[in-house]
């Protein structure tokens, strides 16, 4: 690698700890302040850098936009396939996720439940849509949009209700008798960027029994998370879905 090369990244990277004098820069990368300036002032002329008026320099506006770029790029669908098929082979209920889009949810994986009778054959809602006030998983990403000045005691109650718990629920609502629990899913700035469900015939499974998967299914949610890269507030166990919060602890 060039050593020029070499040299900014590591200053990039000493400067996600805070901003820096000049003094401080060159310390981080052992050179003498003339090469650490000359550095900085090209990653300033770029974007990657920002002088402060007490003269220490900080990260600049290009990485927070590469940053976010990059996530947005990111399959939350690819990601989240591996957690959601581990939830259906143990729980062996339908497991779905889903998305925010021009007001309604539109889903982007489903795995169907497994019980005798149950027809595997039956079409997918994968690329459907439902309303999202009439669905859990509609609500739990609802409930997580970013409004700007406005709390919870502003919310309408049943979603300042979901905001709180973290969860929703729905029995025989959208889907006839059919109940749903639902979690969100947390991007980068703590909001959801989907939510996952677990669904199955009331008649086969209780709505109450239903919310004992709850601490599965929220696992499962900060699992996802944490491998898209977000910063979920750490909940359940790391041994079922593999959420550590060591993970979490490395990207701070």
Request: aromatic share 4%; net charge neutral.
């Given at each position: 690698?060039?050593?020029?090369?070499?040299?900014?990244?590591?200053?990039?990277?000493?400067?996600?700890?805070?901003?820096?004098?000049?003094?401080?820069?060159?310390?981080?990368?052992?050179?003498?302040?003339?090469?650490?300036?000359?550095?900085?002032?090209?990653?300033?002329?770029?974007?990657?850098?920002?002088?402060?008026?007490?003269?220490?320099?900080?990260?600049?506006?290009?990485?927070?936009?590469?940053?976010?770029?990059?996530?947005?790029?990111?399959?939350?669908?690819?990601?989240?396939?591996?957690?959601?098929?581990?939830?259906?082979?143990?729980?062996?209920?339908?497991?779905?996720?889903?998305?925010?889009?021009?007001?309604?949810?539109?889903?982007?994986?489903?795995?169907?439940?497994?019980?005798?009778?149950?027809?595997?054959?039956?079409?997918?809602?994968?690329?459907?849509?439902?309303?999202?006030?009439?669905?859990?998983?509609?609500?739990?990403?609802?409930?997580?949009?970013?409004?700007?000045?406005?709390?919870?005691?502003?919310?309408?109650?049943?979603?300042?209700?979901?905001?709180?718990?973290?969860?929703?629920?729905?029995?025989?609502?959208?889907?006839?008798?059919?109940?749903?629990?639902?979690?969100?899913?947390?991007?980068?700035?703590?909001?959801?960027i989907a939510a996952c469900a677990v669904s199955a015939p009331i008649d086969r499974?209780?709505?109450?029994?239903?919310?004992?998967?709850?601490?599965?299914?929220?696992?499962?949610?900060?699992?996802?998370?944490?491998?898209?890269?977000?910063?979920?507030?750490?909940?359940?166990?790391?041994?079922?879905?593999?959420?550590?919060?060591?993970?979490?602890?490395?990207?701070?």
């Amino acid at each position: 690698m060039s050593q020029s090369v070499d040299r900014a990244l590591t200053l990039l990277g000493s400067l996600g700890d805070g901003p820096v004098t000049l003094d401080q820069a060159a310390t981080s990368i052992g050179v003498h302040k003339s090469t650490a300036l000359r550095l900085l002032r090209t990653l300033e002329e770029h974007g990657f850098v920002h002088r402060q008026s007490d003269r220490r320099y900080r990260l600049g506006g290009r990485v927070l936009s590469l940053a976010h770029r990059a996530l947005e790029e990111i399959d939350v669908r690819q990601i989240a396939a591996p957690y959601l098929a581990a939830l259906n082979r143990r729980c062996g209920l339908t497991v779905q996720l889903a998305v925010l889009q021009d007001g309604e949810v539109l889903y982007l994986d489903e795995l169907a439940g497994r019980w005798p009778g149950n027809d595997a054959a039956r079409p997918t809602r994968i690329g459907r849509r439902a309303p999202a006030a009439g669905t859990a998983i509609g609500r739990v990403l609802l409930a997580g949009l970013p409004e700007d000045g406005v709390g919870e005691e502003e919310l309408p109650a049943e979603l300042a209700a979901v905001r709180r718990q973290g969860w929703a629920a729905e029995s025989a609502e959208h889907r006839e008798a059919v109940a749903c629990v639902a979690a969100p899913v947390a991007g980068s700035a703590g909001r959801p960027i989907a939510a996952c469900a677990v669904s199955a015939p009331i008649d086969r499974v209780p709505p109450v029994e239903l919310v004992r998967l709850l601490p599965e299914l929220l696992c499962t949610a900060e699992a996802i998370s944490l491998a898209y890269g977000g910063s979920p507030t750490p909940r359940w166990c790391e041994n079922r879905c593999g959420a550590r919060p060591a993970a979490r602890a490395s990207r701070t």
